[in-house]
């Protein structure tokens, strides 16, 4: 799977087939909570947050429950091979 633009696709990181940009999860969460927090909220430990952002691998339910505690569309988070954008 390529990118064609590597100003947008330097954040995305492969799983599953998708891309995610867990960058914009990063910086949207940063705004409303604490990793330490959020992590609670997620469920999860702040460490697996911490990788998570920084982009390991996270279950698709972590990332969809993330997207709706930040109140994103999972569409700017996930994107398949088709979705990704051209060099203009």
Do not use: W
């Not at 990063?26 to 992590?39: D, G, I, P, V």
């Not at 698709?60 to 990704?84: F, G, H, N, P, R």
């Amino acid at each position: 799977m390529g990118c064609t633009d590597l100003a947008f696709c330097v954040n995305l990181s492969p799983m599953n087939g998708n891309l995610y940009d867990f960058k914009r999860l990063a910086s949207t969460r940063e705004l409303k909570y604490t990793q330490e927090e959020f992590a609670k909220l997620l469920g999860i430990n702040k460490i697996t947050l911490s990788r998570i952002e920084n982009g390991h691998n996270a279950s698709y339910e972590t990332i969809l429950k993330a997207c709706q505690l930040l109140d994103i569309d999972s569409s700017k988070i996930v994107y398949s091979s088709k979705q990704l954008p051209a060099v203009t």
